[in-house]
Every structure is written in C-alpha cells, then in structure tokens.
C-alpha cells in the first residue's frame, strides 16, 4: 500500500491514512467506552489486549515503523467524538511496550515508540519456515532479498524494520538454523540457513 514510512509526523496527509484504513478498524474502534480505560482489571487487561491488536495492525498495514504517541490518529475516533487523554495513551503504550511489540526510542521523554510489528522470535520463526518451504536450506540469499525480494512479497518480515530483522537471524543464528556473512554492505550480507 504505502511503502517505507518511517512515521507519519513528517505527513502532512496522516489523518488520510486513517480514512484509508477506515474499513478495516474493528468494530470496538466504534464503542465509546473503548476510549475509556476501564476500572475493571479483567475489563481493562482485554481493552489493552485489543488496543495492542488495533496498534499492530494499523502499523503493519501502513508500514509505519515508528508510533508517535501524540500524533497517532488512532487515539481520537471523530465519529463518535471520543478520545483518549494522554495519560491514558501513556498507559496503552506502556501495555504495547511491555507486551514486547514495541521499544522506546527515546526512553527519557518516551515520546517515540518502534513497532515491533513481530516479535523477534515470531519473526525467526516466520522466516525459517519460509526458508524451508522455499528451498533456501542450504542455499544463501541477502538481507536485502530476505527484506525486499520478490519471494518475500505477503510475508510477515516483509519491509520489516532492519534492526528487527536482524535481531531475528540472531535468533535463529543462536539456534543454530543459519549463519550470517558479512557483505560488502548491510544489505548485501548473506545468510545460509541450515
């Protein structure tokens, strides 16, 4: 859809982007309670669960990389005139981070979130599979081919960050699944899965 969004605090059209997402925000987005964090800690623990799941998928559809916290379009729903204040956007974020989907950038001010749009381990995992079922065991391909590569279009590491993906092959490194080569550049380094 939109290719290599870093964040949408440098768009001018970031609000756009939630109109185009529009007919795939789930219908809880349309609750008004949603953007009440809840008293009750089972009731609460599920709200977060499920802004956990829009954050992701938001993120991931749109290739954005980096979660501004106070220029995110998600926390204000116009349609039904609600929002979050920023306490609550805090606590929601602090949730995403400590769930492990995402990482301050900036741990002082915590203004800056990168999406884990994966896990590293899911990641790993994602992309052995993808190895074996493509015959890649065996063989070397590069980070670029593993990032960018037409065999890699509709796979969950896809346009993935590189740090993530990187962080992935040490996964699978430490699990004795492939070893990675230095390359002339960090794109070209190779990686032989075993």
Same mark, same amino acid.
């Given at each position: 859809m939109i290719d290599n969004i870093l964040a949408y605090e440098h768009l001018s059209f970031w609000p756009a982007l939630l109109t185009l997402f529009d007919p795939k925000l789930p219908d809880f987005y349309h609750?008004?309670?949603f953007f009440t964090i809840q008293p009750v800690l089972s009731t609460r623990e599920k709200q977060l669960g499920q802004w956990r799941q829009l954050i992701l998928k938001y993120h991931t559809d749109?290739?954005?990389?980096t979660l501004v916290l106070h220029e995110c379009p998600l926390w204000k729903n116009k349609s039904i005139d609600r929002q979050l204040d920023k306490d609550e956007i805090q606590l929601v974020v #602090?949730? @995403?981070v400590k769930s492990g989907y995402g990482e301050w950038e900036d741990e002082h001010t915590k203004t800056r979130v990168r999406i884990l749009w994966r896990k590293p381990e899911q990641l790993a995992s994602d992309i052995y599979d993808w190895a074996v079922a493509n015959g890649y065991v065996n063989s070397i391909c590069?980070?670029?081919?593993?990032h960018s590569g037409e065999d890699v279009n509709g796979m969950s590491f896809q346009g993935v960050d590189e #740090?993530? @993906?990187?962080?992935?092959?040490e996964v699978l490194e430490r699990q004795g699944k492939c070893t990675v080569f230095q390359g002339e550049t960090s794109e070209e380094d190779g990686i032989k899965f075993l």
């Open positions: 609750f008004p309670p749109l290739k954005i990389k #602090e949730d @995403l590069t980070v670029y081919e593993l #740090e993530l @993906l990187r962080r992935a092959l």
